[in-house]
């Protein structure tokens, strides 16, 4: 099966976030929404069996600098409801003033129905399509 055009980062993505100012909403929000369509992508990415190489999700977060830190899988029907991703950046942002990016993000994918029963499983009714930020605390 073709992979929807939606699932592409370079035809759909926000690619001119080229750099991304912590400070702006719209900045924040853009992130915010790629991260999410990065599980969108992983989840269509395990149904087609993609192998990693020929996987179309890691675009979604590495162009923001964020690496994928753990999948978050239904255990019920092995889906992937939601992935936590880690900020992998150098730079030295103790010594910044302004909006500093997240360490960790936590996405979520809206609930889908199962194909065999066109019902929603029951765990991922809980899950709300949302997302959270945190920053860890610094450790001295």
Known sequence: MMASEKEIFSLTGPTFLTS?????????????????????????DRQQNRPDH??????????????????LVDNHDL??????YEFNSLYPYHSYSGQRPPQYVIAFRAPSRSLATGSRTSSSISISCSIISTTAPVIK
Request: charged share 10%; no cysteine.
């Open 79 to 84: 889906s992937y409801f939601g992935a936590i």
């Open 20 to 44: 991304i100012d912590w400070n702006n909403s719209h900045h924040r929000r853009s992130v915010a929404a790629s991260l999410v369509q990065g599980v969108y992508t992983m989840e269509r």
């Open 54 to 71: 020929q996987a179309l999700a890691p675009p979604w977060w590495q162009f923001f600098n964020f690496k994928l830190n753990q999948i």
